[in-house]
């Protein structure tokens, strides 16, 4: 057989008709191909340019690419994706299954080798944040070379990046992570971070920008499974000040977390807190509330948070200053389950359309949902006689009552 053909603005979407279990392709391909040989061992020439290119989730936008098919590798001679924040180049070789009558059509050849390498000058990651949830994007000024090389049943990668002036938006916190600089090598698909340094600060007017870096990162990711990598990481900071967007936490702390695992990513460690404003309402959750079908990856958090410093928690009802601990503990799309004490060492209560003030007492929490047993003192002056007010109980078993020297009581 043989086939010549020129075209123009062709949907790459039309190759899963043919290849429905390959990579998601997507763009408007125009340029040349020329197909030969026999159905199990076809051959083919390319010499492509495609505006918007797709590869899975992966936006390259304009890519232009030229090679050749053999009936055993496809050979790509260049390629380049050149986007709006920089630019990727590659060559090597791939053991595809291009092969028209193979039942296979599409997969690697068992056995065979690729030897594939590309380098890029990027100001973000589009290859790795579709891939971690949570990551909203990563900016900055970053080098990056990776080889694939080996068998296709044990890929070895290998390569460098190196970034400076970066910042990582993340769905956790308000502000981004900014001042991101350092260096991390891959050998035999082990992503080594040996000390990569970051500032976290929440501009609020209230805690003072830091002067140098507050956080490192340490650890290495497993890229085994490359579009699934394996982590395990060590997150240090001090004098961290962030929002979270989860909860309406405004706080400034030391860490030292931990982010490790693959299909389901834990992170774990101590936020002790040296500043904090919460705003909560009370409100109870379901014991063991059901997961919802999960479509990625499932993050999972156990953190400890010590109070060492001032605490103000806040909601409709009630404003307390607080000391203790909590722990926090959520997986997936489950509610957080809160564990702890708190001690409340002053503050004051709106109830019985009154403020009541020198608040005093202490809160637990039974790691199933946010179900606090209360039990705390605060009072008011009425006409010179005073009113205490004592709330104990869970949050749907409250017992209020209300005591006076004149001895009344409700």
């Known amino acids: 057989m043989s086939l010549r053909s020129t075209f ?166 308000s502000d981004p992570a900014t001042s991101v600089e350092g260096e991390a090598y891959m050998n035999h698909n082990q992503l080594v971070i040996q000390d990569m340094k970051a500032t976290l600060h929440h501009s609020n007017g209230k805690y003072p920008e830091p002067k140098k870096q507050n956080i490192t990162l340490s650890g290495f990711m497993d890229f085994t499974h490359f579009f699934e990598p394996g982590y395990d990481l060590h997150v240090k900071g001090k004098e961290v000040s962030f929002k979270t967007l989860y909860m309406d936490i405004t706080a400034q702390s030391n860490l030292d977390v931990t982010i490790t695992g693959r299909d389901t990513i834990t992170i774990a460690g101590t936020i002790e807190t040296l500043d904090a404003n919460i705003f909560y309402e009370f409100a109870t959750e379901d014991v063991g509330t059901a997961l919802s079908e999960e479509t990625s990856t499932v993050m999972a958090y156990q953190i400890n948070i010590p109070i060492r410093g001032t605490a103000l928690f806040q909601n409709s009802q009630i404003d307390a200053n607080v000391t203790g601990e909590l722990s926090l503990s959520k997986i997936g799309h489950q509610e957080m389950d809160f564990g702890g004490e708190i001690f409340v060492e002053d503050g004051s209560v709106f109830s019985y359309k009154d403020i009541f003030k020198g608040l005093q007492g202490y809160v637990s929490f039974d790691n199933k949902g946010f179900n606090p047993f209360i039990d705390v003192n605060a009072y008011t002056m009425i006409d010179d006689e005073r009113i205490d007010l004592r709330i104990i109980g869970g949050i749907d078993d409250l017992d209020i009552v209300l005591e006076s020297e004149s001895r009344f009581s409700e």
């Open 8 to 173: 123009s603005n062709l949907s790459l979407e039309f190759i899963h008709k043919f290849i429905p279990k390959f990579f998601t392709l997507g763009g408007d391909a125009s340029g040349s191909f020329h197909l030969k040989g026999i159905p199990k061992n076809t051959q083919f020439t390319y010499d492509l340019d495609i505006q918007n290119g797709l590869f899975d989730v992966i936006e390259l936008g304009h890519v232009t690419a030229k090679g050749k098919y053999d009936g055993r590798c496809l050979f790509v001679e260049t390629a380049e994706a050149i986007r709006h924040d920089g630019k990727i180049t590659a060559y090597g070789s791939v053991p595809f299954d291009f092969n028209i009558s193979s039942p296979n059509i599409g997969r690697f050849f068992p056995g065979d080798s690729l030897d594939f390498h590309t380098t890029a000058h990027m100001e973000s990651l589009p290859f790795l944040s579709p891939y971690i949830a949570d990551l909203d994007s990563v900016r900055g000024d970053m080098d990056i070379s990776l080889s694939l090389t080996g068998p296709v049943e044990s890929i070895q990668r290998r390569g460098h990046i190196r970034v400076k002036n970066g910042r990582i938006y993340t769905l956790l916190v």
